[in-house]
């Protein structure tokens, strides 16, 4: 399921297979520990990925683009090829900078002038495509996860 979905977390993992939380939480605190599985945090969330070094790209773009910011920036390079520090202020706001790095240090994005462009958006296009399907899935147990707050407050 990791494989098959980078960047999916906790809640999403356990709905989607089925298993009680304490075995989800076995199973993956065991996959962890034999080094099958790496884990990023993003915000409250956990993100499990393949262990692999060969899947940088599919770990890195599975993160960023289940994080608003770094999937509202993605996006806007695949629809204009190019965009200029001005419009991502505008698009995305004030903390458009660190997503911005983030992006360039995991090699997703370059800067050419006051430009800033996807650096290989085939590759990128084709992973969105292939996980779109977990994609919408994680929406709706964010939408869950969201009623489930405001039932606690």
Known sequence: ???DNPGIHFRAI???SGLAIGQVE???YKLEKDEEITVRKDGKFKRYFPY???ESLKKSLGFHLR???GRTIIFLLMNRGSVSEGK???RVGENWEESVKLLMDENLVTKDGNLYRLKDPEKI???IKRSRKSFLEELADSLIDLFDE???D
Request: no cysteine.
């Open 1 to 3: 399921m990791i494989r």
């Open 52 to 54: 692999s070094t060969g």
């Open 26 to 28: 076995y199973h993956l």
């Open 14 to 16: 356990q709905r989607e």
């Open 67 to 69: 994080n608003k910011t």
């Open 125 to 127: 296009r084709d992973f």
């Open 88 to 90: 991502l202020k505008e």
């Open 150 to 152: 405001w039932k606690q």
